[in-house]
């Protein structure tokens, strides 16, 4: 086995355990701090690589993004000034559930949407247009972070 993938799933090993005993706590803290973490995030990443028709479609559209093994659930929307926090009571178009293993291997390229939605490992619910719109345009720029 390689030694830096050793090193890597020893290391998701701990780091889930550590979000498993965390879990709790987090789940009682205000989503909006790591909501626009999320947001900043995408600004930097994502949307200097948003082709028109993409933005156009996200634009004014709620999203929420819930990481299962840490007990987030944040709620974004993009705007004209780019991707917030969505207003309190805004309905989510789509939904979309992982744990942070799955959205890490997402971001870095080394997994597609549709492999870790068919090992079960995401879950897309709500505007299936929307969803087949961000999955689409995620596999187009390729990975956000090497």
């Known amino acids: 086995m390689n030694p830096s ?5 020893t ?3 701990q780091l889930s355990a550590l979000a498993e005993r965390g879990r709790p706590l987090v789940q009682r ?3 909006q701090p790591p909501a626009f973490a999320l947001a900043a995030a995408l600004n930097r990443l994502l949307l200097p690589r948003l082709e028109a028709e993409a933005r156009a479609a996200l634009s004014d559209r709620c999203v929420q993004v819930a990481v299962t093994d840490l007990g987030l659930t ?4 993009l705007g004209p000034r780019g991707f917030a926090v969505a207003p309190a009571g805004a309905t989510p178009a789509l ?7 799955a959205y890490w291997r997402l971001l870095r390229g080394e997994d597609d949407a549709d492999r870790l939605f068919f090992e079960r490992a995401l879950v897309m619910e709500g505007d299936t247009e929307l969803g087949l719109v961000l ?3 995620l596999d187009a720029i390729g990975p956000l972070w090497r």
């Open 11 to 13: 290391l998701w090993r």
């Open 29 to 31: 803290l205000p989503m």
């Open 74 to 77: 944040l709620r974004l929307q």
């Open 95 to 101: 939904s979309i559930a992982a744990a942070l293993p």
């Open 5 to 9: 993938f050793t090193s890597m799933a």
């Open 135 to 137: 999955k689409n345009t």
